[in-house]
């Protein structure tokens, strides 16, 4: 018996629901790249964007996913046997760390913990061995898909500053940006990426890439520049160099549609909303692991992510259990991944999301978890519910 049929809920940490006044937008004939109404939806975007990162610098629009957004922040700042530092917190730095190797950058990687954020001391001591200072830049995410983990970005500036080092600070901003409070200049942020298809509501297919003006100094020396992901060709008068050829027309109709709406909400209220469905999501994991069947990923409570929950199921493969919640209830679940795989599931809550659909998602895992005979504590959804209803006041 399943009782699946209706609205699918998405539930998985990207690609994210997108609203559907962004589908709607997309939804119209393509125009004339050249003028008109093209050169003012530019226009808008990279006035618009910058706000989203919360700087004065530049920000750049790429057709990519949040993988060639990595490679255009790598290529515009370093050169051939640069040496990066990469913060392992989880999966994606690892993997960007991956991509500057096989570009000829030279990688070294300060080992973490899956279950813990970027110690900011381990930072401050390595930079103060760096006498001669090859590392050129620091690679890190803000918050980790795959481990769930969110690094406090302020406190690793402030841990390089102690270490009166030079270094870029370069951050992966995919799965917080309009998720969470980002402060590029606030926080000392040299180069920060983004891609469209999480907090930003949009369909996967644009990656965002801003730079301060140290960033642009660097840019000025660095040999792995080429002509698709070069900040200096993008700064030229041809419209078509701000996207290094045809504009991606339909997506950039989208992600304005979603700028508006993200806009329309406040960016404060937007990091307030994923906080409340992200703490209701950890009350709910956190009734079920009274049974030590499951549990949270992220140890400490906080450093865990407001974009999306890693729940660990240790001893027993979580695939039953996505299938259940997919075929019976029609909720799509994350898999765990890396070294997670086979262990863990993800629960998002990010982007186009409210108190219902999060509710929704947790009543199916609840009903998974009954059904599948997987011990755990009553009463999560319960938890959630409580929690929110406290928080959400008329």
């Keep these: 018996m399943s009782v699946a049929n209706g609205r699918e809920f998405l539930s998985i940490p990207g690609p994210t629901n997108i609203p559907d006044a962004v589908v709607a937008a997309m939804q119209r004939p393509a125009i004339d790249i050249y003028s008109g109404d093209m050169l003012g939806l530019t226009h808008s975007l990279h006035e618009d964007l910058p706000k989203i990162f919360r700087t004065a610098g530049r920000a750049y629009i790429y057709a990519a996913n ?9 290529s515009n700042v370093l050169s051939r046997g640069d040496t990066v530092l990469v913060l392992e917190s989880g999966l994606f730095a690892l993997g960007w760390g991956d991509m500057a190797q096989m570009m000829g950058v030279k990688v070294e990687v300060l080992k973490g913990d899956l279950r813990r954020a970027v110690n900011p001391t381990a930072v401050t001591q390595r930079l103060e061995a760096d006498t001669s200072h090859e590392i050129k830049a ?9 481990s ?3 690094n406090d970005i302020h406190a690793l500036r402030r841990a390089i500053d102690a270490a ?12 917080s940006l309009g998720c969470m409070p980002f402060e590029m200049d606030g926080w000392g942020v040299d180069v920060a990426m983004a891609g469209s298809q999480k907090g930003l509501m949009t369909p996967p297919g644009l990656a965002f890439v801003a730079g301060n003006e140290r960033a642009h ?34 997506l950039l109709f989208a992600l304005r549609k979603a700028l508006d709406l993200l806009f329309a909400e406040g960016l404060d209220h937007a990091a307030r909303r994923h906080a409340l469905l992200a703490e209701a999501t950890r009350r709910a994991v956190s009734r079920w692991g009274e ?6 990923n992220a140890s400490e409570p906080g450093e865990r992510a407001n974009s999306i929950t890693c729940v660990l199921l240790p001893e027993r493969d ?3 259990l996505l299938d259940y919640c997919r075929k019976a209830c029609g909720v799509v679940l994350g898999v765990g991944i890396g070294p997670l795989s086979g262990r863990a599931f993800r629960i998002a809550h990010m982007g186009h999301a409210n108190a219902p659909m999060v509710i929704g998602t947790l009543a199916a895992v609840e009903m998974g978890l009954a059904a599948l005979g997987i011990p755990h504590g009553r009463g999560g959804v319960q938890e959630a519910v409580d929690y929110l209803g406290g928080e959400v006041r008329p």
């Design 217 to 250: 100094a660097a840019h000025q020396k660095a040999d792995l520049r080429t002509r698709y992901w070069d900040w200096t060709f993008r700064q030229g008068q041809a419209h078509y160099q701000k996207y290094g050829g045809t504009p991606p027309q339909h």
């Design 66 to 74: 949040g993988h060639g957004g990595w490679e255009a922040a790598l």
């Design 138 to 146: 620091i690679l890190v995410v803000q918050i980790d898909t795959a």
């Design 164 to 175: 009166r080092h030079p270094a870029l600070l370069m951050v992966d901003a995919v799965a």
């Design 148 to 150: 769930g983990v969110v």
């Design 291 to 296: 049974k030590h069947a499951l549990a949270i």
């Design 318 to 320: 979580p695939q039953p």
